[in-house]
């Protein structure tokens, strides 16, 4: 999911940027719940939220004297495939023993009794993420990026990306997760069922125009991966000094499937300098400022690392970029039907207008 903008300044942005506001969890009842699976809930100092996102609500608190992230759903409607804590749950109690980098979940309650919402208790990673800024190069011009640290940084998200495609499911108890067969063709349904649900009649021959595209051209689906599909820079918590990945976060979508879907979801969120307004102005990864890769470097340098073919990636490209308007345009429709009332959410309606525009010019070849 698209994270919040707000907050983020010159310096890099911790995942538990904390805010005071801990209202809609019943704590107690949380804490009996808790001493009942022999698990003991401290207030005191007491649960706070994380800053960031639009997604699922994340708390830090305190368990079996050990800091731990409680993790559900947002308030109101959730939207379909969306906020999985039982999915998340079931890959984190997993993949943690084969990829590292992947926070253990150790408790998934489903009982909605409990708080109002599934949740799960996860394990906590101190560290940093960068959004949409760099910090500042370290020269004393505090207006300067750093092109080393943005390098550093596509080479860590690649990284990442590789080792997480090079697990093999089966030995981590996933072997049967999901259903990878006809992965993108249910995908491109999927997607085009969710854009018909919140965009308009303005919008739906565009809508229609390319999902006829994705029918026409549907690629063989590649050899299944643990696939995180919502990967990009900020779900990567890192060590202070932007040196190593501490953590990959956020996996309630996360399946088994085609792994170029995560490459190419990464790509539908990297901006470069002459693109069009809409991507320019999505504010979620600093990718067009020195030392960030180009879309097409990135895409190369993960085939050579993995070996993956990337022929007819177009596809993939096409689909998770469609997909990402989709996206904005289910929050924008929470912000007129729903719960949410923040002012942002207004301004992602004609955002998502943008990205469906770009998706088609992505389509044509107009931009990688």
């Given at each position: 999911?698209?994270?919040?903008?707000?907050?983020?300044?010159?310096?890099?942005?911790?995942?538990?940027?904390?805010?005071?506001?801990?209202?809609?969890?019943?704590?107690?009842?949380?804490?009996?719940?808790?001493?009942?699976?022999?698990?003991?809930?401290?207030?005191?100092?007491?649960?706070?939220?994380?800053?960031?996102?639009?997604?699922?609500?994340?708390?830090?608190?305190?368990?079996?004297?050990?800091?731990?992230?409680?993790?559900?759903?947002?308030?109101?409607?959730?939207?379909?495939?969306?906020?999985?804590?039982?999915?998340?749950?079931?890959?984190?109690?997993?993949?943690?023993?084969?990829?590292?980098?992947?926070?253990?979940?150790?408790?998934?309650?489903?009982?909605?009794?409990?708080?109002?919402?599934?949740?799960?208790?996860?394990?906590?990673?101190?560290?940093?993420?960068?959004?949409?800024?760099?910090?500042?190069?370290?020269?004393?011009?505090?207006?300067?990026?750093?092109?080393?640290?943005?390098?550093?940084?596509?080479?860590?998200?690649?990284?990442?990306?590789?080792?997480?495609?090079?697990?093999?499911?089966?030995?981590?108890?996933?072997?049967?997760?999901?259903?990878?067969?006809?992965?993108?063709?249910?995908?491109?349904?999927?997607?085009?069922?969710?854009?018909?649900?919140?965009?308009?009649?303005?919008?739906?021959?565009l809508v229609a125009e390319i999902h006829a595209?994705?029918?026409?051209?549907?690629?063989?689906?590649?050899?299944?991966?643990?696939?995180?599909?919502?990967?990009?820079?900020?779900?990567?918590?890192?060590?202070?000094?932007?040196?190593?990945?501490?953590?990959?976060?956020?996996?309630?979508?996360?399946?088994?499937?085609?792994?170029?879907?995560?490459?190419?979801?990464?790509?539908?969120?990297?901006?470069?300098?002459?693109?069009?307004?809409?991507?320019?102005?999505?504010?979620?990864?600093?990718?067009?400022?020195?030392?960030?890769?180009?879309?097409?470097?990135?895409?190369?340098?993960?085939?050579?690392?993995?070996?993956?073919?990337?022929?007819?990636?177009?596809?993939?490209?096409?689909?998770?970029?469609?997909?990402?308007?989709?996206?904005?345009?289910?929050?924008?429709?929470?912000?007129?039907?729903?719960?949410?009332?923040?002012?942002?959410?207004?301004?992602?309606?004609?955002?998502?207008?943008?990205?469906?525009?770009?998706?088609?010019?992505?389509?044509?070849?107009?931009?990688?």
């Amino acid at each position: 999911m698209p994270h919040d903008r707000s907050g983020t300044g010159a310096m890099p942005q911790h995942p538990a940027s904390e805010i005071s506001d801990a209202a809609g969890i019943d704590w107690p009842a949380l804490g009996r719940f808790l001493r009942s699976q022999g698990m003991e809930l401290a207030l005191d100092p007491a649960p706070v939220r994380f800053a960031g996102g639009f997604g699922n609500l994340n708390f830090r608190v305190r368990v079996d004297g050990r800091d731990a992230v409680l993790r559900r759903p947002p308030f109101g409607p959730i939207p379909i495939g969306g906020n999985d804590m039982a999915r998340e749950h079931r890959i984190l109690s997993r993949l943690w023993r084969a990829f590292p980098l992947a926070p253990r979940s150790l408790l998934l309650c489903e009982d909605t009794a409990v708080i109002g919402a599934p949740f799960q208790l996860i394990e906590y990673r101190e560290g940093v993420v960068v959004r949409d800024t760099l910090p500042a190069a370290r020269t004393g011009d505090p207006t300067t990026p750093d092109p080393a640290t943005g390098d550093r940084l596509c080479q860590i998200v690649l990284e990442v990306l590789a080792g997480l495609h090079a697990v093999d499911p089966a030995a981590v108890g996933l072997g049967d997760f999901a259903r990878p067969e006809g992965f993108l063709e249910r995908t491109a349904h999927g997607w085009r069922r969710r854009a018909d649900a919140v965009f308009g009649d303005a919008e739906r021959p565009l809508v229609a125009e390319i999902h006829a595209w994705l029918a026409d051209r549907l690629v063989p689906d590649q050899a299944p991966a643990i696939i995180h599909n919502d990967y990009k820079l900020d779900n990567i918590i890192l060590t202070p000094d932007l040196a190593r990945p501490v953590a990959l976060i956020d996996w309630d979508m996360g399946s088994r499937g085609d792994p170029l879907i995560d490459l190419a979801t990464l790509v539908s969120y990297w901006s470069e300098p002459g693109d069009p307004p809409a991507m320019r102005g999505l504010g979620q990864m600093p990718t067009a400022g020195p030392g960030f890769w180009s879309r097409e470097r990135v895409v190369r340098d993960y085939a050579e690392r993995t070996g993956r073919d990337v022929s007819r990636f177009r596809f993939h490209r096409t689909l998770a970029q469609f997909k990402l308007a989709v996206v904005f345009r289910q929050l924008h429709h929470r912000h007129l039907t729903g719960p949410v009332d923040d002012p942002r959410y207004v301004g992602f309606g004609p955002l998502s207008v943008g990205l469906l525009d770009f998706a088609r010019d992505v389509m044509n070849e107009r931009y990688f």
